[in-house]
C-alpha cells in the first residue's frame, strides 16, 4: 500500500502585496527604462510589501486560500513546510511562525532553504513524507520578500525581483493522481552567481555592513543566465524523458519566472508552443520561491490547468540550485 501513495496537490493559493513598481518608477529613479527592462527581461512590473507587511502576511495568504480550495481547514494538517530565503526573522523559522499564525498545534514545520528552487524542493519533500506514509496533508509554502534584500541602486538586479507568496496543501493519493516525479540538483561551486554578503556568521552584520551595502543581493546576471538557459532545458528534457512524455502529452510547463528569453528558449528547444508555458513575470517579476506556486496557482485560477492535466515544473536559483516535478491534476 505505502508503495502506491504519492502525494496529489488538493488545493493552491497565492498572495500578492497591494503595492506596485511599474516600470516608469524605476526610470524616475535609476538611468534605466522601460524598454530596456522590458526587451532584457519580459518584467514590466512587480509588488512589493508596504509598511506592516512581511514574509508570514504573504505565506498566510496563500496558504489560506489552498486550504479553502482543498475543503480544509488548518488543524487538519498534520506538516508545515516552508521555502524562503527571507525569512519572518533569523530564529525560529518562518513555518513555526506561519503555525502560530494559522492557529494549528503541535506539527511539525520546518523551513526550506534553495532560493528559487525552494518550492519544487519542499514539494518533493513533502512528497517524500507522503509516500513514507508517515504524513498525510501537508502544507507546502513558498513566500519571499526580496525587497527586502534588492538593493534600490542596482539597477542590474533592483528591476528585476518582487514579494510574493504560494501554496499548496498535499494529501496521499494511491491513484495516478499526484506528483509523478521530482528531481533536485545543486551545484555549490556556484554559490558566489549570487549571494547577501552579510547577516550570517562569514560576515556578521554591522553599521560599516550596512553602510556598504552588503545585506543586498550580489548577482552575476550573464553567468546566472547562461546556467539557467542551460538547466531549464535540461529540466524539461529529464521531466519528459523519466515520465516517458512526449511534449505533446504535457498540458501546461510552470517555469520559474525570471527573463522571458530562458524561457522562450527552453520551450523552443522542445517544440512547446508558447501557450503551453505559463508565464506571469510582465505582472510581478522574479519572486524568487513563490515563482512557480504562484504561477501554478494562477493558472489554475484562471482555468489553464484543471483536473487530469500534466504539468511539469522547472525551477533555478542561488546555490546553485535546479528542481524540477511533474504533477498530474
Ligand atoms: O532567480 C534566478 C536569479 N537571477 C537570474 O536568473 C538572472 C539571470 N540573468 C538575466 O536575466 C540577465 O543577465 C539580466 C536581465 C540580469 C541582464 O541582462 P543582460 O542582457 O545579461 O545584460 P548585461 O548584464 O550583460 O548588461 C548589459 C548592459 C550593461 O551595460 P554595458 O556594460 O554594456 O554598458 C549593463 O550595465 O545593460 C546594462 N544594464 C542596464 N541598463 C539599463 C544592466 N541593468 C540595466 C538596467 N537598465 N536595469
Redesign the pocket.
Known amino acids: 500500500m505505502a508503495n502506491s501513495l504519492r502525494a496529489a496537490i488538493a488545493g493552491l493559493g497565492s498572495f500578492v502585496p497591494e503595492k506596485v513598481l511599474s516600470n516608469a518608477y524605476?526610470e524616475k529613479i535609476?538611468?534605466?527604462?522601460d524598454e530596456?527592462?522590458t526587451q532584457?527581461?519580459g518584467i514590466k512590473e512587480r509588488r512589493v510589501v508596504s509598511e506592516g507587511q512581511s514574509t508570514v502576511t504573504l505565506a498566510v495568504g496563500a496558504a489560506r486560500e489552498a486550504l479553502a480550495q482543498a475543503g480544509m481547514s488548518a488543524d487538519e494538517l498534520d506538516m508545515i513546510i516552508c521555502a524562503t530565503i527571507t525569512p519572518e526573522m533569523p530564529l525560529p523559522t518562518t513555518a513555526c511562525v506561519i503555525q502560530a499564525e494559522l492557529g494549528v498545534k503541535d506539527i511539525p514545520a520546518f523551513d526550506v532553504v534553495a532560493?528559487?528552487s525552494g518550492y519544487v524542493y519542499a514539494l518533493s519533500i513533502g512528497d517524500q513524507f507522503i509516500r513514507s506514509g508517515a504524513y498525510k496533508n501537508i502544507l507546502v509554502i513558498a513566500a519571499d520578500v526580496l525587497s527586502s534584500i534588492t538593493d534600490y541602486e542596482?539597477?542590474?538586479?533592483?528591476?528585476?525581483?518582487g514579494d510574493a507568496a504560494g501554496a499548496s496543501v498535499l494529501v496521499p493519493s494511491d491513484d495516478e493522481k499526484g506528483v509523478m516525479y521530482t528531481v533536485l540538483h545543486a551545484e555549490g561551486s556556484g554559490w558566489d552567481?549570487?549571494y547577501v554578503p552579510a547577516g550570517g556568521t562569514r560576515m556578521r552584520g554591522t553599521a560599516e555592513t550596512i553602510a556598504n551595502h552588503d545585506h543586498f543581493i550580489k548577482?552575476r546576471?550573464?553567468?546566472?543566465?547562461k546556467?539557467?538557459v542551460e538547466k531549464m532545458q535540461w529540466l524539461l528534457g529529464d521531466c519528459l524523458e523519466k515520465c516517458n512524455l512526449k511534449p505533446e502529452d504535457v498540458d501546461m510547463v510552470i517555469p520559474?519566472q525570471?527573463?522571458i528569453?530562458?524561457i522562450a528558449s527552453a520551450a523552443k528547444k522542445f517544440n512547446f508552443p508558447m501557450d503551453k508555458v505559463f508565464v506571469n513575470i510582465d505582472k510581478y517579476g522574479?519572486t524568487?520561491a513563490a515563482?512557480v506556486p504562484l504561477a501554478m496557482a494562477e493558472a489554475w485560477r484562471q482555468g489553464r490547468i484543471g483536473p487530469g492535466s500534466t504539468v511539469i515544473l522547472a525551477a533555478?536559483?542561488?546555490g546553485l540550485t535546479w528542481a524540477g516535478a511533474v504533477i498530474k491534476f
Open positions: 524605476f535609476l538611468d534605466t527604462s530596456w527592462i532584457r527581461t532560493a528559487c542596482d539597477r542590474g538586479t533592483c528591476v528585476l525581483f552567481y549570487l548577482m546576471g550573464r553567468d546566472i543566465y546556467f539557467a520559474h525570471v527573463n528569453r530562458i522574479n524568487s515563482s533555478f536559483g542561488a
